[in-house]
């Protein structure tokens, strides 16, 4: 029953802005860590950005500043700012969540996972 909803996906130019969001829901409990993965054609899904229930977040080298995680508890929603889009960031992005324990970036320690939303940066 639980699900995930992932949008805001779309196509920009090379320092473009996009803002992800995710809808979790059918679960009680709703101090889960969250985080935002992404996947490239023949590869693997790698960790973006994670974010406790309580703020604690964790990011990838990557993202050099550029984007930010944040949520808001109170809807159930978790949001990715990217700033500064570079055509490496090229991916499908997706929501998952973690039903306990410590946060972690590691893609195979989470739960549930959305359908993922396109995001395509031109130069």
């Known amino acids: 029953q639980v699900r995930l909803v992932e949008s805001g996906g779309g196509s920009v130019t090379s320092g473009g802005s996009l803002e992800l969001s995710c809808v979790v829901s059918?679960?009680?409990?709703?101090?889960?860590?969250l985080g935002w993965f992404r996947r490239v054609p023949g590869g693997q899904r790698e960790a973006v950005s994670v974010?406790?229930?309580?703020?604690?977040?964790i990011y990838q080298g990557f993202v050099k500043g550029r984007f930010t995680i944040s949520r808001d508890n109170a809807k159930n929603m978790m949001y990715l700012q990217m700033n500064n889009l570079k055509p490496e960031d090229t991916a499908m992005y997706y929501c998952?969540?973690?039903?306990?324990?410590?946060?972690?970036?590691?893609?195979?320690?989470?739960?549930?996972w959305g359908q993922g939303t396109q995001v395509t940066v031109s130069s």
């Open positions: 998952a969540a973690k039903v306990d324990g410590l946060c972690s970036d590691s893609s195979w320690s989470y739960n549930y």
């Open positions: 059918g679960y009680p409990y709703s101090r889960w860590c």
């Open positions: 974010i406790s229930y309580r703020g604690l977040t």
